[in-house]
């Protein structure tokens, strides 16, 4: 039996062997394939023995920073203004990441290769490997007006500031939103307990209105369809244009009616069967006069000029922006629907600011971003971020002509943000209202919608707000938009004496 | 016929007299005096590892380090000199290693008990409590009390031949006892395996038993049947294939299995008697053919189980597709809720990567992360925290016990011993094989206990018991032979030893 047995003995030295071969292919070669798997909390454990870089306003205000604590985990995240800043921020997980956290993770975690020379040197002098900061161009002060002034209406709302001369993102804020902190847990199962809840509800706290949500643009798409107007060379303010109290549009039985079924009388137009100067039309926002003159331009020439501000493309800020919509239009009706922003046509809070922010830039439309510059652990600085043109969608002279349609609405006392010029306080603002119906036949709550600039001669800002529900643009969207404004304004001039 | 009585003192020396004349084999030695060295070895490489678990989870070494560490000592000694006084011939090299082996679980014990609790960094593992080390160095006391108590009563192998049927009937009900009681007594919560008697918190898994009874009933069986199954019939692709008439044992034995499979859904198991029984087989008759009969047979009837039987099947997709984010996940895409059990698997998995060449040092990973880490998992810790260095070190340890198990069985001269130590080798190899090969996805995965590591009392306690079967056997193998003491032609007083 001993031949028998000796075999055994090798097919039993062959199972070991195999057994050994297996776990050196498992440690030795497949250990980094393994530490990539998502889902491997070990691989998160790691990440978090070493300090995480800081996210930090362009004003240098920290909003997001690795603490020092106890444990397997020696740091944790921590968010100073959660809330405040969510939509920005996003939040960082075992299992995933949202906002600058995911998009910036390679340089604030320091697995960047451009951080790898860096992390050598602090191998071999036995320096902990440290994370770069993120500067934003996000500015504290508008930032904290543009979410406390949403989370005041109690609605849900997002706003977008823009410096319009470069693009930088000034306030990017979203209500309701959630705390940051709570998703700062290291524990699993507090972790999925807080991730279920935000998921759960139905007031969607994840959801980032500023650039996620689109929402029909209502009126504030007459500057579109003014540009077009003007662009084509054939319209200028003071143009007159027919302006009936009911518009009959081709091919059905609707009628286009202005807000309230009002008559577009400038005192001029006394039978509501002439015409009124564009300028005055745009200032009172008569759906007639532009359902009129956006069948006349035809859906085509629409389209090309909603591109040319942006929309239909998903623009990465590094965040992904949901597109704004201008889907292809052919009947007249739907394209006089589509030029009030009453038919297939939605867009983001961060269009509506991108639509002012053109206009307050002589026409050309820079891209907008939210990552100032990345530094370095040593201090050095590794990404800047040079400004850069995103479209030219008006000429100069047209955006000239378009700013002081828009300033006539808040400064004319017929303007339909005429209720605003009183909380200014001296700064000249120019805007467009929007009063977006929606719902099944329009039963819906309106969304208030708010497109701005300022100051009309030498513009700093430009904000895009929309308010869910919130009724009329000028009453709920305008008032957010003064506040961001009036506090970014504010801290330019404290900033400039300082 | 015994002049002198058997020898205690393990010096190996035998004061035997010397006639001038008779030409005399040197005495092979007891060497228990290397076992004693090689024990002290195991013992404080155990102590060094327990000291390290405290150091690597909060910088202290532990409080109970005095207590554990003096009691595992203790019983580690008692059991050598158990040896000294009723084996005093067996292999040197079976006990330090399996000492070793069992100090080193209880230390991965205590180092999984402790993750979470005591301010030490982690998670709790909901499965372990406080006491659970305590309770593993009890099972490894009464592990050492039947290690003795099999030396004490067998004294020779050739004993247990008398009780082959009464242990083959003994082990058919332990196997079957599982499967006949009621799920609420016999389930492994969560498993969906029905492999253990728990009453109250109290549970044992018969099955750990069952292998040495049923392999000392294959061994006894074999013996008297070899001839027969050796017989040849028909020749087929040079292969001398036996007669159809002698095909019921094998057939039985396949049977019994595959109702084990079934009735149980405990493929581990299932295969190990199996595999244990063609092996024995093979050897008893060294006909190859009975080796491809049973591996066929065997696949079979592990192909129809996959078809029949869902928890087959899902053991074979997890293991071809462990990472898939199905079958590790489900839920919601941004946070992961472990539902399926190749979370498991993964986490093992991830535990080992983590650990890479040489770990990240007891107390310092995060083996806590892998649900039943402590059990069927516990090779992954090891992985872990001692890398894949600490792991070939114990892949190596049961390779030398197998390996001097079957050295034991090639060294004795009776065909029963030689068998049984073949097959209790052989299903340690088996087993570790299985266990080890599934969590680091060479093969499906199938829970069952890591032998001397896993916490558990059954496993434990079986275990030394079938330490104690290669050491007697072995004891046997390496005694020397009655010597003359007189030269007295063809009539001899001979001594026993």
């Given amino acids: 039996m001993n031949h028998a047995l000796r075999r055994v003995a090798l097919a039993c030295l062959a199972m070991f062997l195999l057994l050994l071969v297996n776990v050196n292919y498992v440690q030795g070669f497949e250990a980094g394939k393994l530490a990539d798997y998502p889902g491997n909390g070990r691989t998160f454990a790691q990440q978090y023995q070493y300090q995480r870089g800081s996210i930090i306003t362009a004003d240098n205000k920290p909003i997001a920073q690795s603490k020092h604590v106890s444990g397997v985990y020696s740091f944790q995240r921590y968010y100073p203004a959660g809330p405040t800043y969510a939509p920005v921020t996003g939040y960082d997980t075992p299992y995933s990441k949202t906002g600058i956290e995911q998009a910036e993770d390679n340089l604030l975690s320091g697995t960047d290769p451009r951080l790898a020379v860096r992390n050598l040197i602090d191998l071999v002098t036995g320096k902990p490997r440290k994370g770069a900061t993120v500067q934003l161009t996000i500015n504290s002060a508008a930032q904290k007006a543009a979410y406390e002034a949403l989370k005041a209406s109690g609605r849900p709302s997002g706003a977008v500031a823009i410096d319009p001369s470069t ?20 524990n699993g199962t507090k972790l999925n307990k807080v991730d279920k809840k935000y998921r759960d509800s139905p007031q969607q706290p994840l959801l980032n209105r500023a650039i996620n949500q689109t929402f029909p643009p ?15 060379g054939k319209y200028h303010p003071d143009s007159r244009y027919y302006a009936p109290t009911n518009l009959k549009l081709p091919g059905t039985t609707n009628q286009l009616i202005n807000f309230d079924n009002s008559p577009c009388n400038d005192g001029s137009n006394p039978t509501g069967n002439g015409t009124v100067p ?10 007639t006069v532009f359902g009129g003159l956006g069948m006349k331009l035809g859906g085509s020439a629409l389209r090309h000029q909603a591109n040319a501000f942006g929309m239909n493309t998903e623009l990465r800020i590094p965040l992904k922006v949901s597109a704004s919509q201008y889907p292809p239009v052919s009947d007249p009706d739907f394209t006089a629907y589509s030029a009030i922003g009453q038919y297939n046509d939605t867009v983001t809070p961060l269009q509506e600011a991108m639509f002012a922010a053109a206009i307050a830039n002589h026409g050309t439309l820079m891209r907008p971003y939210m990552v100032q510059k990345v530094i370095a652990p040593n201090l050095t600085s590794l990404v800047t971020t040079q400004p850069s043109a995103l479209s030219h969608p008006v000429s100069r002279s047209v955006a000239a002509d378009m700013s002081r349609m828009m300033a006539s609405v808040v400064a004319q006392p017929y303007g339909t943000a005429h209720s605003i010029a009183g909380q200014l306080g001296g700064i000249t603002v120019a805007a467009k209202t929007g009063t977006a119906q929606n719902g099944a036949n329009n039963t819906g709550l309106d969304d208030a919608v708010f497109t701005s600039f300022a100051p009309v001669a030498n513009p700093r800002i430009a904000v895009g707000v929309i308010v869910k529900g919130g009724g009329l643009g000028a009453d709920a969207s305008a008032p957010i938009a003064v506040q961001i404004i009036k506090a970014y304004l504010s801290y330019l001039n404290s900033s400039a004496k300082g | 016929m015994s002049v002198v009585g058997a020898r205690g003192d393990g010096t190996g020396t035998t004061g035997t007299m010397t006639s001038p004349g008779l030409t005399r084999v040197p005495l092979p030695r007891g060497r228990r005096g290397v076992e004693l060295i090689m024990l002290a070895f195991s013992i404080s490489v155990v102590l060094f590892a327990y000291a390290s678990v405290g150091l690597g989870l909060n910088g202290h070494v532990p409080t109970g380090l005095a207590t554990y560490g003096v009691l595992f000592a203790l019983l580690m000694l008692g059991a050598h000199l158990a040896i000294r006084k009723l084996a005093p011939w067996a292999d040197p090299l079976l006990l330090p290693l399996a000492a070793l082996l ?16 005591n301010g030490n960094p982690g998670n709790a593992i909901s499965t372990m409590s406080a006491s659970t080390t305590t309770f593993q160095l009890m099972w490894s006391t009464i592990g ?77 069986y074999l013996v008297a049947k070899r001839d027969v199954l050796a017989l040849a019939g028909r020749h087929v692709l040079g292969i001398a294939l036996p007669r159809a008439r002698d095909m019921g044992p094998v057939l039985i034995a396949w049977a019994v299995s595959l109702l084990l499979l079934i009735f149980e859904s405990d493929i581990g198991t299932s295969a190990l008697f199996f595999g244990m029984f063609l092996i024995m087989l093979y050897v008893a008759t060294q006909r190859t053919s009975w080796l491809l009969i049973g591996t066929s047979l065997f696949l079979v009837g592990a192909f129809l189980a996959s ?17 898939t984010y199905p079958n590790v996940f489900c839920g919601s895409p941004s946070i992961h809720v472990p539902c399926v059990p190749s979370y498991q698997l993964a986490q093992g998995m991830y535990g080992l990567g983590f650990g890479g060449i040489l770990g990240t040092g007891l107390g310092h990973g995060q083996p806590y992360l892998t649900p039943l880490v402590q059990s069927d998992f516990i090779i992954t810790a090891f992985g872990e925290e001692l890398g894949l260095t600490g792991l070939m070190a114990l892949l190596l340890i ?19 011993a030689k068998l049984l130590a073949t097959g209790l080798s052989f299903v340690i190899a088996l087993q570790v094989f299985v266990i080890v090969g599934g969590v680091t996805q060479l093969i499906p995965l ?34 020397p032979a009655p010597q003359p003491i007189q030269d007295e032609g063809m009539t001899q007083v001979v001594r026993g030893v």
């Avoid at chain 2, 192998?157 to 332990?174: F, K, N």
């Avoid at chain 2, 197998?402 to 050295?407: A, H, I, K, Q």
């Fill in chain 1, 167 to 186: 693009g930088a993102i000034l306030a990017l804020a979203s209500y309701p939103t959630f705390n940051p902190n709570k998703y700062a847990t290291l």
């Fill in chain 1, 218 to 232: 209502g009126s504030t798409f007459k500057i579109v369809t003014s540009s077009a107007a003007f662009s084509s």
């Fill in chain 1, 278 to 287: 564009l300028i005055y039309a745009f200032t009172v926002s008569c759906n």
């Fill in chain 2, 102 to 117: 069992n100090g080193l679980g209880l230390v991965m014990i205590y180092r999984l008990q402790e993750a979470g609790r």
């Fill in chain 2, 144 to 220: 050492v009390i039947a290690f003795a108590a099999v030396l004490v009563v067998v004294r020779e192998p050739r004993m247990l031949q008398r009780y082959i049927y009464t242990l083959g009937a003994i082990g058919l009900v332990l196997v079957a006892l599982p499967a006949l009681l009621p799920a609420s007594i016999s389930e492994v919560p969560g498993t969906g395996a029905k492999i253990q008697v728990a009453i109250g918190g109290f549970s044992i898994q018969p099955e750990e038993f069952a292998k040495i009874a049923l392999a000392v009933f294959f061994a006894g």
């Fill in chain 2, 307 to 323: 078809q029949l039987v869902s928890h087959v099947a899902l053991r074979f997709s997890i293991w071809l597709h462990p990472f």
């Fill in chain 2, 398 to 416: 049961y390779g030398l016990i197998v390996e001097r198990g079957l050295r034991a069985a090639v060294a004795v001269r009776d065909p029963f």
């Fill in chain 2, 446 to 479: 199938t829970g069952i206990t890591t032998p001397f590591l896993s916490q558990g009392g059954s496993s434990l306690v079986a275990s030394w018991m079938i330490i104690a079967v290669l050491m007697r056997i072995s004891d046997t193998a390496r005694r």
